[in-house]
């Protein structure tokens, strides 16, 4: 009965672990022509991104630039919601790790689309 008791909890530690592994978009992230860090975090199954720092614009520290992110496996990439300050309104989105330090955003807009590569940061 022990022995059964043991392999149990040992597979449910093994889940646990497995279930709360980090997502590769966790971390701190620098936009390539702004002075702006977002920090990518895990909320529940979803990623969200938040200003970390701007130090053109302290104020805007804390606010949600991406939100509900969940990997598409069919598409290979993170999709959910981006703001888009130019057009003061959220637009879907598409993340893509090029490599485990940078990862790829794409924005569409009726037949236009903008890509814009973020760089890991260390904090």
Same mark, same amino acid.
């Given at each position: 009965?022990?022995?059964?008791?043991?392999?149990?909890?040992?597979?449910?530690?093994?889940?646990?672990?497995?279930?709360?592994?980090?997502?590769?978009?966790?971390?701190?992230?620098?936009?390539?022509?702004?002075?702006?860090?977002?920090?990518?975090? /895990?909320?529940?199954?979803? $990623?969200?991104? @938040? +200003?970390?720092?701007? !130090?053109?614009?302290?104020?805007?520290?804390?606010?949600?630039?991406?939100?509900?992110?969940?990997?598409?496996?069919?598409?290979?990439?993170?999709?959910?919601?981006?703001?888009?300050?130019?057009?003061?309104?959220?637009?879907?989105?598409?993340?893509?790790?090029?490599? /485990?330090?940078?990862?790829? $955003?794409?924005? @569409? +807009?009726?037949?236009? !689309?903008?890509?814009?590569?973020?760089?890991?940061?260390?904090?």
């Amino acid at each position: 009965m022990n022995r059964w008791l043991v392999a149990l909890l040992s597979l449910v530690a093994a889940l646990t672990a497995s279930a709360q592994e980090a997502s590769p978009l966790e971390g701190l992230w620098q936009h390539p022509d702004q002075p702006v860090i977002i920090e990518m975090q /895990p909320v529940g199954e979803l $990623m969200e991104g @938040k +200003v970390h720092s701007n !130090s053109d614009k302290p104020e805007s520290v804390g606010k949600t630039i991406f939100r509900e992110l969940r990997y598409d496996k069919k598409e290979q990439c993170w999709q959910g919601w981006v703001y888009v300050k130019r057009l003061d309104e959220e637009k879907a989105t598409c993340l893509s790790l090029d490599n /485990p330090n940078r990862f790829r $955003m794409t924005v @569409k +807009v009726g037949f236009f !689309s903008k890509t814009v590569k973020w760089q890991r940061v260390e904090g």
